[in-house]
């Protein structure tokens, strides 16, 4: 009987002294007084920096989400502008503490890259823009077209099974960076740009002549958006996952960066919990009672998040569509707090 209390004492102290082991980059975040960040070089709508290299769009705003919460000052955070290819790299060394740059939710990433996908901030599916002088309506005419492409994303097989699927032919010109791959096709060195439909609308804004391109109706593949941690931190992958939550729940219970203080003070049970004068759920996640307060302060809630950057206040203008509401016809979809 000793012996199994022993055994029992031990595991648990090895368990313990594993968690605490893991648990370590919010500690590291505080002590460095900063949140490193980890975003695209230049995507408008989901992060891209103005001349004087102040930093917007959807996934900026996650980050600012997840200082807010951990600092009540979404301003600390050190944005590192990373590409396709070196962005799960910075991830795994502890370059950045969060990936947040339009990166697609797939297995093979959410499994073989030491990572964990913590949402979704957009939906989203790839898609083709071509010059109007085409005179090309429907993606399925794109047969023996050369198209350019970005290496290190999703957008290459996903082509690939798309032209098979449709017995086409096509050439790829694959580049390392986005700007070059948009460049490339300005210059005419292919027929048709590839990369996510999101990504063709704030692309498009880039071209000396935005109305002379369109973006065509094919939608060919799932691409889900969202930010990722590294293995082995439990406490961390929670702080970003609820943080995504706490912004989508806020649209849900009508809290704006506007009424935040005044929903704060209502008897409602639910707006209580929400915004932390009931219950100890900021704690348990190792922050404080008013974490989406902080949140909603620094950034509005999702619904703000997405049309300041994004939606019908931004010069992209895209639809909410599937990023709407689960109660208004789309997936977005938060977990109570409680």
């Given at each position: 009987m000793k012996r199994v209390t022993l055994a029992l004492t031990l595991a648990?102290?090895?368990?313990?002294?594993?968690?605490?082991?893991?648990?370590?980059?919010?500690?590291t975040v505080k002590d460095r007084g900063t949140l490193s960040?980890?975003?695209?070089?230049?995507l408008p709508g989901f992060s891209s920096p103005d001349d004087k290299g102040n930093w917007t769009g959807i996934d900026v705003d996650?980050?600012?989400?997840?200082?807010?919460?951990?600092?009540?000052?979404?301003?600390?955070?050190?944005?590192?502008?990373?590409?396709?290819?070196?962005r799960f790299t910075a991830l795994q060394s502890g370059e950045v503490d969060v990936l947040s740059r339009n990166t697609t939710w797939t297995i093979s990433r959410d499994t073989s890259l030491g990572a964990n996908f913590t949402g979704v901030t957009y939906y989203d599916g790839q898609g083709f823009m071509v010059k109007k002088s085409l005179k090309v309506n429907s993606a399925l005419e794109l047969n023996s077209a050369s198209v350019c492409v970005q290496t290190g994303t999703t957008t290459e097989q996903n082509l690939a099974d798309y032209f098979k699927a449709n017995n086409m032919k096509y050439e790829v010109i694959a580049f390392a960076?986005?700007?070059?791959?948009?460049?490339?096709?300005?210059?005419?060195?292919?027929?048709?740009?590839t990369t996510d439909q999101s990504g063709l609308?704030?692309?498009r804004l880039k071209l000396a002549?935005?109305?002379?391109?369109?973006?065509?109706?094919?939608?060919?593949?799932?691409e889900p958006l969202g930010p990722m941690v590294?293995?082995?931190?439990?406490?961390?992958?929670?702080?970003?996952k609820w943080t995504l939550f706490a912004l989508v729940t806020a649209e849900e219970l009508g809290i704006t960066s506007k009424n935040v203080d005044e929903k704060a003070k209502l008897e409602n049970p639910e707006l209580k919990r929400v915004l932390g004068s009931d219950g100890n759920f900021g704690e348990q996640l190792g922050l404080t009672k008013d974490w989406v307060v902080r949140i909603v302060k620094a950034t509005g809630n999702y619904g703000e998040v997405f049309d300041r950057n994004v939606g019908a206040g931004s010069p992209l203008a895209i639809n909410r569509g599937l990023n709407n509401l689960w109660n208004k016809g789309g997936l977005q979809y938060a977990p109570p707090i409680r």
């Open positions: 648990l102290a090895a368990g313990l002294s594993a968690q605490a082991a893991d648990a370590q980059t919010l500690k960040c980890g975003v695209s070089q230049g996650l980050c600012r989400a997840v200082a807010a919460a951990i600092f009540n000052d979404p301003t600390k955070i050190k944005f590192v502008p990373l590409s396709a290819k070196d960076t986005n700007d070059e791959t948009v460049k490339a096709y300005e210059a005419g060195r292919c027929d048709v740009f609308y704030a692309n002549n935005p109305n002379d391109h369109m973006v065509l109706p094919e939608i060919i593949s799932k590294r293995h082995g931190d439990d406490q961390w992958f929670d702080i970003v």
